[in-house]
């Protein structure tokens, strides 16, 4: 789940430059065997805010309908996050806190628009999104190890367009 806002200027009819600014929400996904013998003791999403930039294709097949492409790489910063890791009786076996740092992360997309009106234009589209997850789980006891892992969210869905020209 998430927000996006987007923008591109088109210098010709079918190449454009432009950028996003998204804020996502995912579900706390952490590398399989991390942390054995406890489970997450509650479930807790991570919240990220990403910027980024790149180059846009459009081709008209008609008056009224066109497809493209897109394809954008920038930086993404996930919220602070803590979870504690608990056993079958509820003792704390470790936390589990998420970096804060900026990451590189990259996108690419697809869609078909429908001119509706003349600035007004629905799109149906397709994004691949690239993001990284780096946490360090501090068990209660021993050392404290770093973890890091990239997420692959797929978007589908629909857009409603303000086209300016």
């Known amino acids: 789940m998430g927000f996006n806002v987007e923008g591109a200027w088109f210098w010709?009819?079918?190449l454009g430059a432009g950028g996003e600014f998204t804020v996502g929400r995912y579900a706390d996904l952490l590398e399989k065997g991390a942390i054995e013998g406890g489970t997450v003791e509650e479930a807790k999403p991570l919240?990220?805010?990403?910027l980024k930039a790149g180059l846009y294709y459009n081709h008209p097949i008609?008056?009224?309908w066109a497809v493209g492409a897109k394809t954008l790489v920038g930086v993404a910063r996930n919220h602070y996050l803590k979870n504690s890791v608990v056993d079958a009786t509820g003792a704390v076996l470790a936390t589990i806190e998420h970096d804060t740092t900026e990451h590189f992360t990259a996108s690419a997309g697809a869609w078909v628009r429908f001119i509706a009106a003349d600035n007004l234009g629905v799109r149906l589209f397709a994004e691949y999104n690239w993001l990284r997850n780096d946490y360090t789980i501090t068990p209660t006891v021993g050392a404290a190890t770093h973890h890091g892992?990239?997420?692959?969210?797929?978007?589908l869905g629909i857009a409603v367009d303000a086209m300016l020209w």
Not at 149 to 155: G, N, T
């Open 12 to 14: 010709s009819e079918h």
């Open 47 to 50: 919240n990220s805010l990403s």
């Open 62 to 64: 008609s008056e009224r």
């Open 149 to 155: 892992h990239y997420r692959h969210p797929l978007s």
